[in-house]
């Protein structure tokens, strides 16, 4: 084989695989914009968000943990939702503006020792007030129960949203507000577990300074 035809042969490989590269690279963009990933840079560097966003509450006398989930994108849409975003034919230019449908449930875990019933009036996350029909759910202790999904336009740009809870609980009305934070891309199902550990040591502490409290109460006065 002559020099000539081995360099058309190189140049023709490094040709295919630069095709090949770049066919990669676009369908790694192409999954991950239509994933509802961010990319954010600042003065902390450079930060990779994924779809998610969530914050984890005490209610109900701190029987039950309240863990807001927000998801962006397609995943956690309701079946036969008409989605308004057009998934499959999703670019940069087709949605600029970043907007996705962005999908509310509240998971409520009792961690106590008996049955707990809650009344569930409203939810606020992304675009404002919905209701949750004031379902009236009893939850068994060590389970838990996820809220109907409430389904929003949201931005793909936003790291947290604030968010309202209302409910009754032994026939009182409460209102809940937090704020949800979007999870880093490298914490996805990483953190859940250890949040939900945390929640129950700091109840167990409380409780245990409580009761200490209490007998020193009925201490009688030192001399």
């Keep these: 084989m002559t020099k000539k035809k081995v360099l058309i042969f190189v ?16 369908v790694l963009f192409r999954s991950d914009y239509s994933r509802a990933h961010m990319v954010k ?3 902390k560097g450079t930060q990779c968000y994924s779809e998610y966003f969530s914050d984890m509450q005490v ?32 670019t940069p230019q087709d949605n600029k503006d970043g907007l996705y ?9 009792n961690i106590s020792n008996e049955p707990i019933s809650i009344t569930l009036k409203t939810i606020g996350t992304v675009g404002g007030i919905q209701s949750l029909g004031n379902e009236i759910v009893t939850i068994q202790p060590k389970k838990h ?25 032994n026939s009182k009305d409460y209102q809940l ?3 949800a934070t979007r999870t880093l891309l490298k914490d996805v199902g990483n953190n859940t577990v250890e949040k939900i550990q945390d929640i129950k040591m700091n109840l167990a502490k409380q409780q245990s300074k409580a009761e200490k409290k209490a007998g020193d109460d009925v201490l009688p006065p030192q001399i």
């Design 11 to 26: 140049l023709l490989a490094i040709f295919i695989n630069s095709i090949m590269g770049i066919l990669f690279i676009a």
């Design 41 to 43: 840079t600042d003065s």
């Design 59 to 90: 209610i109900a006398d701190n029987k039950i943990i309240a863990h807001l989930m927000i998801t962006l994108g397609k995943e956690r849409l309701p079946p036969r939702y008409n989605a308004l975003v057009p998934w499959g034919k999703l």
């Design 101 to 109: 449908e962005a999908v509310s449930e509240v998971y409520f875990t």
């Design 145 to 169: 129960y996820k809220s109907k999904p409430v389904v929003e336009l949201g931005s793909n740009y936003a790291t947290e949203y604030s968010f309202t809870l209302q409910y009754t609980y």
């Design 177 to 179: 507000s937090s704020i």
